[in-house]
């Protein structure tokens, strides 16, 4: 049986447990490797390392909280060094004339007019080439004083890594439902796989004494046809059940990246009780407090919250201290020394009209507030009706358990009856058909209800957010039966699709 809940009082300690981490106890604690058969608990635990969407969403979670060192950077000093090494060529060319133009020779005689003119034609030309080797830098630094915008970041950063606590906490939970379901369902197809096989040879049994009976004349042909028939449909059943066993193995590498060839069974004596406490109404008390699905919605709601008042505070105006100091030089002919200016002050930045966006951005993150707080309630709603409909599932498994065992009885008497009154001749080989065939079917319902009873209880526990490493591993003390072996077949075919299966090892972070 596995680990009840007294209250939703006590169930609240697991919602602390959520906010902190669901699951690194599973993770963190000592695990003993089996000898032979694999268990829950061990798969659980390579599942947990190995599972590659339980690996995204860490990674998406680690992802999340360096977003918030990025936000709270804003609001720490900033400083920035910028640099300019040039080296500058200069190329001037420049011609003068040394007389004016239009000048009067009218007072003048000929040779001085000569003079005159040949003075007025000349002109002097100049070309000067200069190369020059500058440097400077411009130091700066910046505190911000006052900055709303920054500081509403930096706090729905932080409601981001709440509800992302939440999100993997409830990715955690689904991995174990998915492991543990996938673990049962191979049981369930092994069971079923030994009714059916245990009904064709009782049908094979039956279609040689017919034959017998044949040949010796005491039977017609339609019956040695009859169970001939009943032979090869039993058969063609044995073959689906074990297809359905390989798919059980293969779905339960897929979920850990590991191949088993064995696990252990379900003990017998496993008990089948109603879920404890008894009532719906404490279990969805437990899950509003505790799932983390509704946990992760309801952050949802405060991120949304935290994304209004960043578009509120884009109406506010920003206040930052700022120091500089700048520094230039050169080579220049007939320069020396250099230039160097500081700079000291505070600097006030107030957007007063943005052409609407502002008041269009804080229309926008109020409708998608209006959406989140949607979903938490359509999230919390389809967690009341799934775990009034679990917990009505179980207590109904719980009769159905005990109807299909108590079936397993009957039918078994009615195939003695049956074949007593076959032996007499009161009865014909349909008859006797069709009671091995009830038998081996109630065998069969017998397992289905019984692997329907544990993988709905832990869905129970799941959608009440108490889904734990302590059920998985009371239910894990359970599993002291015959192990379930299954090997695969040795044909080259599936030798090949080895190394198609392999995806490799997982990606690090040199590798990104």
Do not use: C
Request: charged share 25%.
């Amino acid at each position: 049986m596995l680990r009840s809940v007294s209250s939703p009082a006590a169930a609240t300690t697991n919602g602390r447990f959520l906010r902190r981490g669901l699951l690194p106890a599973l993770i963190a604690m000592t695990w003993v490797t089996p000898a032979f058969a694999a268990d829950l608990l061990t798969i659980a635990r390579d599942a947990l390392n190995n599972n590659s969407e339980l690996g995204s969403v860490r990674a998406q979670s680690q992802s999340v909280e360096a977003g918030l060192d990025v936000q709270r950077g804003d609001l720490l000093p900033q400083v920035n060094l910028r640099g300019n090494a040039a080296h500058t060529r200069q190329f001037e060319s420049q011609t003068q004339s040394s007389t004016g133009g239009g000048a009067d020779f009218g007072n003048l005689d000929e040779s001085q007019r000569q003079i005159l003119q040949a003075l007025r034609n000349n002109s002097s030309a100049s070309v000067n080439e200069d190369n020059v080797n500058s440097v400077s830098f411009t130091l700066e630094a910046t505190q911000a004083l006052f900055d709303a915008i920054d500081r509403r970041e930096v706090e729905r950063s932080e409601r981001e890594i709440d509800q992302q606590v939440y999100v993997l906490a409830a990715t955690e939970q689904q991995v174990l439902i998915n492991v543990s379901s996938a673990y049962f369902d191979i049981l369930r197809a092994y069971d079923v796989l030994e009714a059916r096989l245990a009904q064709e040879r009782a049908i094979g049994r039956q279609l040689e004494q017919a034959r017998e009976q044949f040949e010796v004349g005491l039977i017609a042909i339609t019956e040695v046809e009859e169970a001939q028939a009943r032979f090869d449909q039993s058969r063609a059943i044995r073959i689906a059940a074990e297809s359905d066993l390989q798919v059980s193995f293969e779905a339960l590498e897929r979920l850990t990246g590991k191949r088993y060839s064995s696990i252990e069974a379900l003990d017998e004596e496993f008990p089948v009780v109603l879920p404890t406490p008894a009532g719906r109404d404490l279990w969805v008390e437990m899950a509003i407090t505790n799932n983390p699905l509704i946990l992760a919605e309801q952050a949802g709601v405060e991120v949304s919250k935290s994304s209004v008042n960043i578009a509120k505070a884009l109406r506010l105006p920003s206040v930052d201290a700022f120091a500089s100091y700048q520094y230039a030089d050169n080579d220049a002919d007939g320069i020396q020394g250099h230039d160097a200016t500081g700079e000291l002050g505070v600097k006030l930045d107030w957007p007063i009209y943005t052409g609407g966006s502002t008041q269009a951005s804080i229309r926008q993150s109020t409708y998608r507030l209006e959406a989140s707080q949607f979903d938490f309630e359509a999230q919390r709603r389809e967690t009341v009706q799934q775990v009034r409909s679990l917990y009505t599932q179980v207590s109904n498994d719980v009769s159905t358990v005990e109807a299909r065992q108590q079936a397993i009885v009957s039918n078994r008497s009615a195939l003695d009856a049956t074949r007593a009154g076959y032996e007499v001749g009161t009865r014909n080989i349909v008859d006797v058909l069709n009671a091995e065939q009830n038998l081996y079917n109630a065998f069969s319902d017998y397992a289905q209800a019984r692997y329907d009873y544990v993988i709905n209880l832990l869905s129970l526990h799941q959608q009440s957010g108490i889904l734990d490493v302590e059920v998985i591993n009371e239910l894990n003390d359970w599993l002291r039966g015959d192990s379930i072996t299954f090997t695969l077949p040795e044909d080259s075919a599936e030798k090949r699709s080895d190394s198609v299966t392999n995806i490799g090892n997982r990606p690090r972070l040199d590798d990104r």
